[in-house]
Protein backbone atom coordinates (compact mmCIF):
# COMPACT_ATOMS: atom_id res chain seq x y z
CA UNK A 1 0.00 0.00 0.00
CA UNK A 2 1.59 3.02 -0.81
CA UNK A 3 -0.39 5.32 1.14
CA UNK A 4 -1.37 4.64 4.48
CA UNK A 5 -3.85 6.91 6.18
CA UNK A 6 -4.41 6.48 9.87
CA UNK A 7 -6.41 8.73 12.47
CA UNK A 8 -5.15 8.81 15.96
CA UNK A 9 -8.27 10.25 18.99
CA UNK A 10 -10.01 11.92 16.26
CA UNK A 11 -13.20 11.61 13.71
CA UNK A 12 -12.61 12.43 10.04
CA UNK A 13 -15.35 14.42 8.93
CA UNK A 14 -15.24 12.87 5.77
CA UNK A 15 -14.75 8.95 4.20
CA UNK A 16 -11.22 8.14 4.66
CA UNK A 17 -11.55 6.88 1.55
CA UNK A 18 -12.20 10.34 0.15
CA UNK A 19 -9.21 11.35 1.41
CA UNK A 20 -7.12 8.29 0.01
CA UNK A 21 -8.12 8.75 -3.25
CA UNK A 22 -7.62 12.82 -3.03
CA UNK A 23 -3.87 11.88 -2.11
CA UNK A 24 -3.42 8.67 -4.60
CA UNK A 25 -4.29 11.46 -7.27
CA UNK A 26 -1.35 14.06 -6.07
CA UNK A 27 0.76 11.47 -5.72
CA UNK A 28 -0.18 10.21 -9.55
CA UNK A 29 -0.12 13.71 -11.05
CA UNK A 30 3.45 14.48 -9.23
CA UNK A 31 4.81 11.14 -10.76
CA UNK A 32 5.47 9.43 -7.66
CA UNK A 33 2.51 7.25 -7.36
CA UNK A 34 4.43 4.24 -6.40
CA UNK A 35 6.02 6.07 -3.25
CA UNK A 36 4.88 5.51 0.28
CA UNK A 37 3.56 8.00 1.83
CA UNK A 38 1.90 8.42 5.74
CA UNK A 39 -0.85 11.04 6.55
CA UNK A 40 -1.99 10.92 10.33
CA UNK A 41 -5.16 12.99 11.32
CA UNK A 42 -4.63 14.11 15.17
CA UNK A 43 -6.45 16.05 17.38
CA UNK A 44 -5.19 19.28 18.49
CA UNK A 45 -3.83 18.44 21.72
CA UNK A 46 -1.63 16.05 19.84
CA UNK A 47 -0.90 18.56 17.64
CA UNK A 48 0.44 21.18 20.47
CA UNK A 49 2.88 18.57 21.43
CA UNK A 50 4.26 18.15 17.98
CA UNK A 51 4.69 21.86 16.98
CA UNK A 52 6.42 22.46 20.40
CA UNK A 53 9.05 19.39 20.08
CA UNK A 54 9.41 19.61 16.26
CA UNK A 55 9.53 23.54 15.75
CA UNK A 56 9.52 24.89 19.15
CA UNK A 57 5.97 26.99 18.44
CA UNK A 58 3.45 27.11 21.18
CA UNK A 59 0.08 25.61 20.29
CA UNK A 60 -1.43 23.71 17.52
CA UNK A 61 -1.22 24.34 14.15
CA UNK A 62 -2.79 22.71 10.68
CA UNK A 63 -0.78 20.20 9.26
CA UNK A 64 3.20 19.22 9.51
CA UNK A 65 5.74 17.80 6.86
CA UNK A 66 8.30 15.40 7.83
CA UNK A 67 10.23 14.22 4.43
CA UNK A 68 11.77 10.81 4.61
CA UNK A 69 15.01 12.30 3.12
CA UNK A 70 15.80 15.79 2.71
CA UNK A 71 15.41 16.98 -1.29
CA UNK A 72 16.70 14.82 -4.02
CA UNK A 73 17.67 11.91 -2.00
CA UNK A 74 13.80 11.11 -2.00
CA UNK A 75 13.70 10.44 -5.28
CA UNK A 76 16.40 8.19 -5.63
CA UNK A 77 15.48 5.83 -8.51
CA UNK A 78 17.56 2.95 -7.36
CA UNK A 79 16.53 2.54 -4.30
CA UNK A 80 14.29 -0.53 -3.48
CA UNK A 81 11.72 1.26 -1.78
CA UNK A 82 10.42 4.81 -2.06
CA UNK A 83 9.35 6.81 0.80
CA UNK A 84 8.13 10.46 0.65
CA UNK A 85 7.99 10.85 4.33
CA UNK A 86 5.22 11.47 6.78
CA UNK A 87 1.90 14.32 6.95
CA UNK A 88 0.55 15.02 10.22
CA UNK A 89 -2.89 17.18 10.30
CA UNK A 90 -4.77 18.45 12.79
CA UNK A 91 -8.82 17.50 12.37
CA UNK A 92 -9.34 20.33 15.12
CA UNK A 93 -8.04 23.13 13.07
CA UNK A 94 -8.93 21.53 9.78
CA UNK A 95 -12.72 21.93 10.91
CA UNK A 96 -12.12 25.18 12.48
CA UNK A 97 -10.14 26.90 9.76
CA UNK A 98 -13.02 25.05 7.01
CA UNK A 99 -15.58 27.44 9.29
CA UNK A 100 -13.48 30.19 9.47
CA UNK A 101 -12.79 30.42 5.72
CA UNK A 102 -16.40 28.77 4.38
CA UNK A 103 -15.29 25.75 2.80
CA UNK A 104 -16.55 22.21 2.94
CA UNK A 105 -14.50 19.83 5.63
CA UNK A 106 -13.58 17.93 2.45
CA UNK A 107 -11.77 21.00 0.54
CA UNK A 108 -10.00 22.11 3.40
CA UNK A 109 -8.76 18.34 4.16
CA UNK A 110 -7.50 17.85 0.55
CA UNK A 111 -6.14 21.30 0.90
CA UNK A 112 -4.31 20.66 3.96
CA UNK A 113 -3.15 17.07 2.39
CA UNK A 114 -1.65 18.63 -0.84
CA UNK A 115 0.34 21.38 1.27
CA UNK A 116 1.51 18.47 3.01
CA UNK A 117 2.30 16.52 -0.06
CA UNK A 118 4.48 19.90 -1.91
CA UNK A 119 6.32 20.46 1.58
CA UNK A 120 7.62 17.08 1.35
CA UNK A 121 8.59 17.13 -2.25
CA UNK A 122 10.76 20.38 -1.71
CA UNK A 123 8.11 23.35 -2.12
CA UNK A 124 8.73 25.97 0.86
CA UNK A 125 6.10 29.22 1.09
CA UNK A 126 8.53 30.43 3.91
CA UNK A 127 11.42 30.94 1.63
CA UNK A 128 9.86 33.69 0.25
CA UNK A 129 6.86 35.32 -1.89
CA UNK A 130 8.25 34.02 -4.93
CA UNK A 131 8.40 30.43 -3.38
CA UNK A 132 4.58 30.69 -1.06
CA UNK A 133 3.38 31.70 -4.65
CA UNK A 134 4.53 28.92 -7.02
CA UNK A 135 3.45 26.23 -3.85
CA UNK A 136 -0.21 28.35 -3.81
CA UNK A 137 -0.32 27.76 -7.41
CA UNK A 138 0.42 24.08 -7.57
CA UNK A 139 -2.07 23.80 -4.86
CA UNK A 140 -4.75 25.48 -6.72
CA UNK A 141 -3.93 23.49 -10.06
CA UNK A 142 -4.37 20.05 -8.06
CA UNK A 143 -7.44 20.61 -5.88
CA UNK A 144 -9.17 22.34 -9.60
CA UNK A 145 -7.60 19.27 -11.87
CA UNK A 146 -9.48 17.05 -8.93
CA UNK A 147 -12.91 18.01 -9.36
CA UNK A 148 -12.31 18.56 -13.19
CA UNK A 149 -10.88 15.08 -13.26
CA UNK A 150 -14.70 14.23 -12.23
CA UNK A 151 -15.88 15.68 -15.19
CA UNK A 152 -17.62 13.14 -17.46
CA UNK A 153 -20.74 13.07 -16.00
CA UNK A 154 -21.92 9.53 -14.91
CA UNK A 155 -25.38 7.60 -15.15
CA UNK A 156 -26.87 6.48 -11.80
CA UNK A 157 -30.20 4.41 -12.34
CA UNK A 158 -32.96 4.41 -9.72
CA UNK A 159 -35.36 1.11 -10.13
CA UNK A 160 -37.61 1.61 -8.01
CA UNK A 161 -39.98 2.04 -10.64
CA UNK A 162 -39.41 -1.76 -11.47
CA UNK A 163 -40.01 -2.37 -7.66
CA UNK A 164 -43.32 -0.61 -8.45
CA UNK A 165 -44.92 -2.77 -11.19
CA UNK A 166 -44.24 -5.75 -9.06
CA UNK A 167 -46.23 -4.50 -6.07
CA UNK A 168 -49.19 -3.78 -8.49
CA UNK A 169 -49.59 -7.21 -8.78
CA UNK A 170 -48.15 -8.28 -5.23
CA UNK A 171 -45.87 -11.33 -6.50
CA UNK A 172 -42.16 -11.40 -6.96
CA UNK A 173 -41.58 -10.08 -10.46
CA UNK A 174 -40.24 -8.21 -12.25
CA UNK A 175 -37.29 -8.42 -9.61
CA UNK A 176 -35.42 -4.59 -9.29
CA UNK A 177 -32.39 -6.62 -8.34
CA UNK A 178 -32.48 -7.85 -11.81
CA UNK A 179 -33.14 -5.12 -13.13
CA UNK A 180 -29.75 -3.52 -11.24
CA UNK A 181 -27.56 -6.30 -12.79
CA UNK A 182 -28.90 -5.48 -16.48
CA UNK A 183 -28.43 -1.73 -15.88
CA UNK A 184 -24.75 -2.40 -14.20
CA UNK A 185 -23.88 -4.60 -17.33
CA UNK A 186 -24.97 -1.53 -19.92
CA UNK A 187 -22.65 0.67 -18.62
CA UNK A 188 -24.32 2.60 -15.35
CA UNK A 189 -21.83 3.11 -12.44
CA UNK A 190 -24.52 3.49 -9.88
CA UNK A 191 -28.03 2.16 -8.43
CA UNK A 192 -30.53 4.14 -6.76
CA UNK A 193 -32.72 2.75 -4.58
CA UNK A 194 -35.53 4.26 -2.35
CA UNK A 195 -36.78 2.63 0.86
CA UNK A 196 -39.68 4.45 2.09
CA UNK A 197 -41.05 4.21 5.04
CA UNK A 198 -44.67 3.06 3.80
CA UNK A 199 -42.54 0.34 1.64
CA UNK A 200 -44.81 1.14 -1.19
CA UNK A 201 -41.57 -0.21 -3.76
CA UNK A 202 -38.27 -1.32 -2.66
CA UNK A 203 -38.31 -3.51 -0.07
CA UNK A 204 -36.22 -4.46 2.57
CA UNK A 205 -34.70 -7.42 0.54
CA UNK A 206 -34.72 -5.49 -2.17
CA UNK A 207 -32.22 -3.05 -0.87
CA UNK A 208 -30.20 -6.15 0.86
CA UNK A 209 -29.51 -7.68 -1.78
CA UNK A 210 -28.70 -5.14 -4.20
CA UNK A 211 -26.01 -4.34 -2.03
CA UNK A 212 -24.68 -7.77 -2.13
CA UNK A 213 -25.03 -8.07 -5.34
CA UNK A 214 -23.86 -4.80 -7.50
CA UNK A 215 -20.41 -4.07 -8.62
CA UNK A 216 -20.72 -0.46 -8.86
CA UNK A 217 -22.26 2.05 -6.36
CA UNK A 218 -24.82 1.96 -4.55
CA UNK A 219 -26.91 5.37 -3.89
CA UNK A 220 -29.22 4.97 -0.65
CA UNK A 221 -32.29 7.64 -1.13
CA UNK A 222 -34.28 7.91 2.29
CA UNK A 223 -36.20 9.78 4.78
CA UNK A 224 -34.23 10.89 8.22
CA UNK A 225 -36.25 8.73 10.02
CA UNK A 226 -35.51 6.38 13.35
CA UNK A 227 -36.32 3.05 11.27
CA UNK A 228 -34.26 3.95 8.39
CA UNK A 229 -31.72 5.37 9.70
CA UNK A 230 -30.77 1.91 11.69
CA UNK A 231 -31.27 0.17 8.60
CA UNK A 232 -29.21 2.39 6.58
CA UNK A 233 -26.59 2.17 8.64
CA UNK A 234 -26.50 -1.90 8.62
CA UNK A 235 -26.72 -1.98 4.66
CA UNK A 236 -23.55 0.32 4.25
CA UNK A 237 -24.63 1.95 1.21
CA UNK A 238 -21.81 3.99 -0.60
CA UNK A 239 -23.53 7.29 -0.23
CA UNK A 240 -27.20 7.99 1.47
CA UNK A 241 -29.39 10.92 -0.28
CA UNK A 242 -31.39 12.14 2.52
CA UNK A 243 -34.71 13.37 0.73
CA UNK A 244 -38.23 14.67 2.50
CA UNK A 245 -40.81 12.31 2.59
CA UNK A 246 -44.21 12.26 2.69
CA UNK A 247 -46.56 9.29 2.05
CA UNK A 248 -49.02 10.99 -0.26
CA UNK A 249 -46.61 11.98 -2.81
CA UNK A 250 -46.03 10.56 -6.28
CA UNK A 251 -42.12 11.23 -6.39
CA UNK A 252 -39.87 13.41 -3.99
CA UNK A 253 -41.65 16.73 -4.80
CA UNK A 254 -39.66 19.13 -3.37
CA UNK A 255 -36.15 19.53 -1.96
CA UNK A 256 -35.04 18.90 1.60
CA UNK A 257 -35.59 21.90 3.90
CA UNK A 258 -31.65 21.53 5.17
CA UNK A 259 -31.50 25.05 6.42
CA UNK A 260 -34.93 24.25 8.69
CA UNK A 261 -33.62 21.18 10.26
CA UNK A 262 -29.69 21.73 10.93
CA UNK A 263 -29.67 19.92 14.75
CA UNK A 264 -31.82 16.99 13.71
CA UNK A 265 -30.04 16.79 10.28
CA UNK A 266 -26.53 17.76 11.47
CA UNK A 267 -27.09 14.19 14.21
CA UNK A 268 -27.82 12.00 11.19
CA UNK A 269 -25.07 13.05 9.38
CA UNK A 270 -22.58 12.35 12.12
CA UNK A 271 -23.70 9.03 12.58
CA UNK A 272 -23.23 7.90 9.27
CA UNK A 273 -19.89 9.82 9.61
CA UNK A 274 -19.61 7.37 12.12
CA UNK A 275 -19.61 4.54 10.04
CA UNK A 276 -17.33 6.51 7.03
CA UNK A 277 -20.70 6.86 4.86
CA UNK A 278 -20.89 9.96 2.98
CA UNK A 279 -24.17 12.02 2.80
CA UNK A 280 -25.99 13.73 0.34
CA UNK A 281 -29.20 16.37 0.50
CA UNK A 282 -31.70 16.51 -1.98
CA UNK A 283 -32.35 20.03 -2.17
CA UNK A 284 -33.92 22.79 -3.67
CA UNK A 285 -31.24 24.72 -6.15
CA UNK A 286 -30.96 27.49 -3.64
CA UNK A 287 -27.63 29.54 -1.98
CA UNK A 288 -29.32 29.17 1.35
CA UNK A 289 -29.46 25.18 1.68
CA UNK A 290 -26.16 25.11 0.07
CA UNK A 291 -24.79 26.66 2.42
CA UNK A 292 -26.93 24.84 5.48
CA UNK A 293 -25.87 21.44 3.77
CA UNK A 294 -22.04 22.40 3.69
CA UNK A 295 -22.45 23.77 7.39
CA UNK A 296 -23.77 19.95 8.75
CA UNK A 297 -20.89 18.09 6.92
CA UNK A 298 -22.52 16.86 3.85
CA UNK A 299 -20.50 15.54 1.38
CA UNK A 300 -22.35 15.76 -1.39
CA UNK A 301 -25.73 17.39 -2.76
CA UNK A 302 -28.17 16.29 -5.04
CA UNK A 303 -29.54 19.03 -7.14
CA UNK A 304 -33.39 18.74 -7.73
CA UNK A 305 -34.16 19.13 -11.12
CA UNK A 306 -38.19 18.47 -10.93
CA UNK A 307 -38.78 21.99 -11.47
CA UNK A 308 -36.59 22.28 -14.52
CA UNK A 309 -38.08 19.04 -16.05
CA UNK A 310 -41.60 20.23 -15.49
CA UNK A 311 -41.00 23.86 -16.76
CA UNK A 312 -43.86 24.20 -19.17
CA UNK A 313 -42.34 27.66 -21.22
CA UNK A 314 -38.71 27.78 -22.97
CA UNK A 315 -38.29 30.82 -21.04
CA UNK A 316 -39.12 28.62 -17.46
CA UNK A 317 -37.32 25.88 -18.35
CA UNK A 318 -34.35 28.43 -19.23
CA UNK A 319 -34.83 30.61 -15.68
CA UNK A 320 -34.74 26.52 -14.00
CA UNK A 321 -31.52 25.35 -15.85
CA UNK A 322 -29.74 28.72 -14.49
CA UNK A 323 -30.90 28.40 -11.22
CA UNK A 324 -29.15 24.79 -11.17
CA UNK A 325 -26.06 25.98 -13.04
CA UNK A 326 -25.54 28.62 -10.24
CA UNK A 327 -25.80 26.52 -7.70
CA UNK A 328 -24.18 23.73 -9.08
CA UNK A 329 -20.80 26.07 -9.28
CA UNK A 330 -21.50 27.60 -5.85
CA UNK A 331 -21.77 24.18 -4.54
CA UNK A 332 -18.67 23.08 -5.88
CA UNK A 333 -17.03 26.62 -4.66
CA UNK A 334 -18.10 25.42 -1.41
CA UNK A 335 -16.10 21.86 -1.51
CA UNK A 336 -19.41 20.73 -2.04
CA UNK A 337 -19.65 17.63 -4.44
CA UNK A 338 -22.93 17.54 -7.13
CA UNK A 339 -25.00 15.25 -7.84
CA UNK A 340 -28.70 15.82 -9.75
CA UNK A 341 -31.90 14.27 -11.00
CA UNK A 342 -35.88 14.01 -10.31
CA UNK A 343 -37.74 14.44 -13.77
CA UNK A 344 -34.97 13.78 -16.11
CA UNK A 345 -35.50 12.54 -19.18
CA UNK A 346 -34.34 11.21 -22.88
CA UNK A 347 -35.10 15.07 -24.13
CA UNK A 348 -33.80 17.33 -21.02
CA UNK A 349 -31.30 15.44 -19.44
CA UNK A 350 -28.27 16.48 -21.39
CA UNK A 351 -27.88 20.11 -20.79
CA UNK A 352 -28.16 19.29 -16.97
CA UNK A 353 -25.27 16.57 -17.71
CA UNK A 354 -23.15 19.54 -19.39
CA UNK A 355 -22.92 21.44 -15.98
CA UNK A 356 -19.18 21.22 -15.29
CA UNK A 357 -19.55 20.88 -11.24
CA UNK A 358 -22.28 17.50 -11.63
CA UNK A 359 -20.63 14.33 -11.15
CA UNK A 360 -23.67 12.09 -11.56
CA UNK A 361 -27.35 12.03 -12.67
CA UNK A 362 -29.99 10.00 -10.97
CA UNK A 363 -32.59 8.92 -13.11
CA UNK A 364 -35.32 6.55 -12.68
CA UNK A 365 -38.85 6.80 -14.37
CA UNK A 366 -37.99 7.58 -17.86
CA UNK A 367 -35.54 5.11 -18.40
CA UNK A 368 -37.79 2.33 -16.86
CA UNK A 369 -40.70 3.29 -18.89
CA UNK A 370 -38.76 3.34 -21.80
CA UNK A 371 -37.57 -0.28 -21.35
CA UNK A 372 -41.24 -1.49 -21.98
CA UNK A 373 -40.70 -0.98 -25.28
CA UNK A 374 -37.13 -1.01 -26.17
CA UNK A 375 -35.73 -3.33 -23.18
CA UNK A 376 -33.66 -2.45 -20.38
CA UNK A 377 -30.63 -2.31 -21.73
CA UNK A 378 -31.26 -0.70 -24.72
CA UNK A 379 -33.18 2.28 -22.80
CA UNK A 380 -29.68 2.69 -20.15
CA UNK A 381 -27.27 2.76 -22.91
CA UNK A 382 -28.92 5.37 -24.97
CA UNK A 383 -29.55 7.39 -21.78
CA UNK A 384 -25.54 7.03 -21.57
CA UNK A 385 -25.16 8.16 -24.85
CA UNK A 386 -27.28 11.50 -24.32
CA UNK A 387 -24.99 11.68 -20.75
CA UNK A 388 -21.41 11.24 -22.45
CA UNK A 389 -22.35 12.91 -25.28
CA UNK A 390 -23.09 16.21 -23.17
CA UNK A 391 -20.18 16.06 -20.69
CA UNK A 392 -17.35 15.05 -22.89
N1 LIG B 1 -33.35 11.71 -7.16
C1 LIG B 1 -34.21 11.70 -6.11
C2 LIG B 1 -33.75 12.25 -4.81
C3 LIG B 1 -35.50 11.11 -6.22
O1 LIG B 1 -36.30 11.09 -5.17
C4 LIG B 1 -35.87 10.54 -7.46
C5 LIG B 1 -37.21 9.88 -7.57
O2 LIG B 1 -37.20 8.67 -6.96
C6 LIG B 1 -34.94 10.57 -8.52
C7 LIG B 1 -33.71 11.18 -8.35
C8 LIG B 1 -35.25 9.97 -9.86
O3 LIG B 1 -36.31 10.62 -10.41
P1 LIG B 1 -37.00 10.04 -11.72
O4 LIG B 1 -37.56 8.72 -11.37
O5 LIG B 1 -38.03 11.07 -12.05
O6 LIG B 1 -35.94 9.94 -12.77
Known sequence: MAISLQTKDVRLPIAQAHAEDFAQFCLTRM????????????????????????????GPTNVLSFPFSEGADAFIENLPVHELGDIVISVDTAIREAIEYGQAPEYRLNWLIIHGILHLMGYDHERGEKD?????DKEQEFLHSYVR????????????HVATIRQARGINSPDPVAAAAICEMAGASGIVTHLREDRRHI??????????????????????????????LNLMPDLVTLVPEKRAELTTEGGLDVAGQMKKLGKTVEKFAAKDIPVAFFIDPTSEQLHAARDIGATFVELHTGRY?????EAERHHEL??????????????????????????????????????????????????????????????LHIVQQASK
Open 31 to 58: GVAGHNLNILFINDEEMTWFNKNYRDKV
Open 132 to 136: ARKME
Open 149 to 160: RRKMTHLAINVD
Open 203 to 232: QDRDALLIRETIKTKLNFEMGANKEIIKFA
Open 309 to 313: CDATT
Open 322 to 383: QLIIAAAQEASELGLRVNAGNGLDYHNAAPIAAIDAIEELSIGHSIIGRAVFSGLDQAVRDM
